[in-house]
């Protein structure tokens, strides 16, 4: 059974950058393809899909109101997914999760494993 840790998650000034984690234990990293999505609060807020990666990170497909501020990257040797955030927005304020499947999926999903995510919040 595979698993999934988050990590990173802080609270950081509007502007500033944070990378998160994303440790894979039980498979391999390259065995999944990989996404990052958030929980924004609030009521009535559903998850917004930011971005993911396909198997072996060979495809990178990303939400296009953040792919120039977020960038996804994985290293098969610490079996680490992460998220590169920059110029970071008080609407960045969210829950990330990071998820996984092997199955043949569309990039949005669905995903079958979840992390159990790390707040991030910016504070304007």
């Known amino acids: 059974q595979v698993q999934l840790v988050e990590s990173g998650g802080e609270l950081v000034q509007t502007g500033g950058s944070l990378i998160l984690s994303c440790v894979v234990s039980g498979r391999s990293l390259n065995d999944y393809a990989m996404a990052w999505v958030r929980q924004p609060p609030g009521p009535g807020k559903g998850r917004e899909f930011i971005g993911a990666i396909g198997w072996s990170g060979g495809t990178m497909y990303y939400e296009s109101s953040m792919e120039d501020r977020f960038t996804i990257s994985r290293d098969s040797a610490k079996n680490t997914l992460y998220l590169q955030m920059n110029n970071l927005q008080p609407q960045d304020t969210a829950v990330y999760y990071c998820?996984?499947?092997?199955?043949?999926?569309?990039?949005?999903?669905?995903?079958?494993?979840w992390g159990q995510g790390t707040q991030v919040t910016v504070s304007s």
């Open positions: 998820a996984a499947t092997a199955r043949v999926t569309h990039y949005r999903g669905p995903y079958d494993y």
